[in-house]
């Protein structure tokens, strides 16, 4: 019976223990994953933030792609690299290696999650095809802009399809508005300083100032090539 007792009082002593045991291993491991979770998310930040040309501030990490927690300390240096091709459009593939005291501790390939924010044109309102589009600039994610944005400052345009307030406007979606008009009369200029004609004549294209444009001579029944110049005139190829 004393036997019996002493073996029942070991087990109960053996099941006390066991706990702390596992919790001590379970906090080890919250102990590295906070060690590693915020040293993988800056280097992650610094190396995207440095290739897409933005502050640190405007990259955000929200999952740094480790399935487990990075088997280094927390004075580990990490180098983060990536394809030279890599678009950082949301999600990212990366090779994170770490070095700690002159010797390698991890060497990990990740496919991580990040936004980057970027200031860009956007619609300021809601329009329809053909409707100019006012511009105002906001921050927006990388992975909404598809194609490079307008300049600001070299509009008007106008929509090519239909636009929702707030959604980036890149130069596929719209058109510069033309300074003149396909149909509209010009003058027409050819020859030079000593002999100069002067002709009226159609616009066959929409078109701005400085652009290469046909115009049809009505008079001669041919097609000018000219430049258009500011008010209304066309400068023939080959005039001075």
């Known amino acids: 019976m004393a036997r019996l007792a002493a073996i029942v009082t070991g087990l109960l002593l053996v099941g006390s223990l066991a706990p702390p045991a596992a ?64 678009g950082y459009r949301r999600h990212v593939n990366l090779r994170l290696q770490g070095s700690e005291a002159g010797r390698t501790c991890a060497d990990l390939r990740v496919r991580a999650e990040v936004v980057v924010w970027h200031e860009a044109p956007v619609a300021r309102m809601a329009v329809r095809a053909g409707q100019p589009v006012p511009l105002t600039m906001r921050r927006v994610q990388r992975d909404q802009l598809h194609g490079d944005p307008v300049d600001l400052n070299g509009g008007p345009y106008l929509a090519v399809g239909p636009l929702h307030a707030g959604v980036p406007v890149t130069v596929s979606r719209v058109r510069s508005v033309p300074d003149r008009r396909s149909g509209e009369r010009v003058t027409l200029i050819a020859g030079s300083h000593a002999l100069t004609i002067r002709a009226t004549g159609r616009l066959l294209a929409d078109a701005r100032v400085g652009d290469t444009v046909r115009v049809a001579n009505p008079a001669t029944g041919s097609v000018v090539v000219g430049v258009l110049a500011e008010d209304g005139q066309v400068i023939a190829q080959g005039a001075e």
């Open 23 to 86: 919790t001590a291993v379970g906090a080890a491991e919250r102990v590295k994953s906070r060690i590693s979770a915020p040293l993988v998310d800056a280097a992650i930040r610094a190396h995207v933030a440095e290739a897409t040309g933005v502050q640190e501030h405007d990259v955000e990490v929200v999952h740094n792609g480790l399935g487990v927690a990075l088997s280094c300390g927390p004075a580990v240096k990490l180098d983060v690299r990536a394809s030279p091709t890599e």
